[in-house]
């Protein structure tokens, strides 16, 4: 223990805030950074200091030591603050639709508009021709129709004439708004197999609470019939609600009525029917060896009252809600206040638009998600083996294996894409420690760490980002330092 006579002493030797700010290394950082930033950061700094000598750590010789560092010290955390916390990451997961990771990133062409609506100004909620105010989601509601029409195959004027669309913030906004809208006060019939959670705390029966509508639900887990949905309907029922099993599986002793047969109870007992089908597919899957996943158009076309997508999933769009249904039922979706209130922005419309008529003109190979969806299995190995080439070193022992790519996004988890990925193992460090590090480097690579290595799936990676990869990774393992290092330094530091 030392004397607190000691202590004081040690104390004395740390200078005086405003001295030190005007230390030739201190007026340096000064010209480069705000002062009240660089004196905040000082002074909790110098607290910090005066913590650990009370705590008796310190001799003359170490305080001095950290009172000459305090300017580096300073100058490490504030460019840490000023770092923006939403950063570029490098998806090496193979999992196309990350929601952890934004899930899809936008296409060149959505990113060019975005910056030229949104670096001045727009016509927003304007109409040109007259003048007059106009309404936002006008821009992209005939679009909406129309794609949906030329997936489906059906003549443009007979499928929109009594359709809408309207866009929300996600989907999950688009479903409460749903269900507020057309089944407040009322009984929203559901499967017991779709009450589902999709993640980050969306649950059907919640949202149906908020929403101020009843559940009622029928049938079991694994089997519900269509004679569940019909003994369920009563006078105050509002809604039948098909939920797309997004994240999970039913197998085995199981049924579960199709739409159209539910659309056909629908209007038997005319009770609308909504559909929360989530992944905004319009693109065939079949030809992945992905089969009974629900398709967007097909869906919209089949006769539903509403159907709600997001725009970032399997569509490929930007973060949003997708509402497409029956002309009055649209037009009741608008009226209500909570549409106001869960609106997007004009960023997102010019994504959502862009990436529209990329599907209209049939070139959604140019969506990023749907060209990494195509990526043949050889075209990923080959850039797997350059890199691996690279990437070889006597302390990293590289190979190129074969693994399953996942589509994610609310696509039915087996769906799975055949794919290669590079294997890193380190001589002197497990898989967790060394997925860490490759998170720590910049841009941060995220791969899955499995059996003692790190795996990176290339086909998340877009070709021109390989390099990218390659100097983020080496330069990671540069900063632990050589092999000959005795006490090899912890990934924290
Ligand atoms: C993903 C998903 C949602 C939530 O969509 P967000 O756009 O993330 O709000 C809702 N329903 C289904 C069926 C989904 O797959």
Not at 55 to 74: K, Y
Not at 116 to 122: I, S
Not at 162 to 190: D, F, K, P, S
Not at 299 to 305: K, L, P, T
Request: glycine letters at 8%.
């Amino acid at each position: 223990m030392k004397l607190e006579s000691e202590l004081q002493s040690l104390c004395r030797r740390l200078p005086q805030l405003g001295e030190l700010l005007e230390r030739d290394d201190f007026v340096a950082l000064i010209a480069a950074c705000p002062r009240p930033l660089v004196a905040d950061t000082l002074r909790s700094a110098l607290e910090n200091l005066r913590h650990q000598i009370k705590q008796g750590t310190h001799t003359d010789e170490s305080v001095d030591h950290r009172v000459a560092q305090l300017c580096r010290n300073v100058e490490l955390q504030l460019r840490s603050h000023l770092r923006p916390s939403l950063r570029k990451v490098l998806n090496a997961t193979g999992v196309i639709l990350q929601t952890n990771l934004g899930r899809a990133p936008l296409s060149d062409a959505a990113l060019q508009r975005i910056a030229e609506v949104a670096g001045g100004y727009c016509n927003l909620e304007m109409d040109l021709e007259t003048g007059d105010r106009g309404r936002r989601d006008v821009h992209v509601e005939a679009l909406i129709l129309r794609v949906l029409a030329s997936r489906i195959g059906t003549p443009i004027e007979t499928f929109s004439e009594l359709r809408g669309a309207a866009v929300v913030n996600n989907c999950a906004a688009a479903t409460l708004l749903a269900l507020n809208t057309l089944a407040e006060g009322g009984e929203v019939i559901v499967s017991r197999g779709e009450l589902v959670e999709i993640g980050g705390g969306f649950r059907i029966p919640e949202i149906l609470r908020k929403s101020g509508a009843i559940l009622r639900e029928v049938g079991t887990t694994n089997r519900t019939r269509i004679a569940d949905y019909a003994d369920a309907v009563t006078p105050q029922t509002r809604l039948i609600l098909r939920v797309h099993r997004s994240n999970f599986r039913i197998e085995g002793f199981t049924s579960q009525p199709t739409l159209a047969e539910l659309i056909e109870l629908g209007s038997e007992v005319s009770v609308p029917v909504f559909e929360d089908q989530g992944t905004g597919c319009l693109i065939p899957l079949d030809e992945h060896g992905i089969r009974d996943e629900s398709h967007w158009a097909e869906d919209a076309g089949s006769g539903v009252a509403l159907i709600a997508c997001s725009g970032d999933k399997l569509l490929g769009g930007s973060q949003c809600g997708i509402l497409a249904g029956e002309h009055d039922v649209i037009e009741r979706i608008r009226a209500n206040p909570l549409f106001r209130a869960l609106r997007v922005d004009k960023l997102a419309y010019a994504a959502l638009e862009t990436t529209l008529l990329q599907y209209l003109s049939e070139h959604e190979a140019e969506i990023p998600a749907i060209a990494m969806l195509r990526l043949p299995a050889d075209v990923v190995k080959q850039r797997c083996e350059t890199l691996a080439e690279q990437l070889r070193s006597p302390d990293l022992s590289v190979d190129v294996v074969a693994v399953e790519s996942v589509i994610g996004g609310g696509t039915t988890p087996s769906a799975s894409l055949p794919s290669f990925a590079v294997a890193l193992q380190h001589a002197r460090m497990s898989e967790g420690a060394l997925a860490a590090l490759l998170r720590s480097g910049d841009p941060p690579v995220v791969g899955r760490a499995t059996n003692g290595r790190v795996l990176f799936d290339l086909r998340t990676i877009s070709a021109r980002e390989d390099h990218l990869l390659f100097q983020s990774v080496q330069s990671s393992l540069e900063r632990i330092g050589a092999p000959s290092s005795t006490h090899p330094r912890s990934v924290a530091e």
